[in-house]
């Protein structure tokens, strides 16, 4: 009795090449498809659009979006990193400025109190009306 699985019809003539089964061989790691920043594109399109960065970004990553849908890896990763880039711009342009402004304020203020406390009498000056003359 025969128990070899699968069982085939003895009847039937040999494969051939054509239906024999074939392998593909992929060389290489599988590479992540390219990012296209959206979320945060739109982000700074709504709160980080000075000297419109922000839209730039939506726009290269609508455009890196659509090349990655029509198969165009290449472009939509070349699209992704412009739109990552104006992301950046964007970000550090809105918020470098106000930061370096704070920092200002701050060291403003401690060389006042330091100017102060070595000289009492700066903000203690009283004038008077021949002052004017």
């Known amino acids: 009795m025969d128990t070899a699985f699968p ?33 945060w594109s739109l982000f700074s399109a709504l709160y980080l659009n000075l000297c419109c960065l922000g839209f730039l970004a939506l726009v290269y990553s609508v455009k890196a979006r659509d090349q990655k849908v029509a198969g165009d890896l290449e472009a939509a990763h070349r699209l992704g990193a412009k739109a990552k880039c104006f992301n950046l711009l964007a970000a550090l342009w ?15 203020a401690l060389h006042l109190a330091q100017l102060a406390k070595g000289s009492p009498a700066v903000f203690s000056t009283a004038f008077d009306d021949s002052d004017y003359d």
Request: hydrophobic share 40%; no cysteine; aromatic share 0%.
């Open 7 to 39: 069982r085939e019809d003895p009847r039937a003539p040999p494969p051939s090449k054509a239906d024999a089964p074939h392998s593909v061989l992929t060389l290489g790691a599988p590479h992540p498809p390219p990012r296209d920043h959206l979320i």
């Open 94 to 108: 809105t918020l470098v400025p106000p930061l370096l402004l704070l920092a200002l304020v701050v060291t403003g």
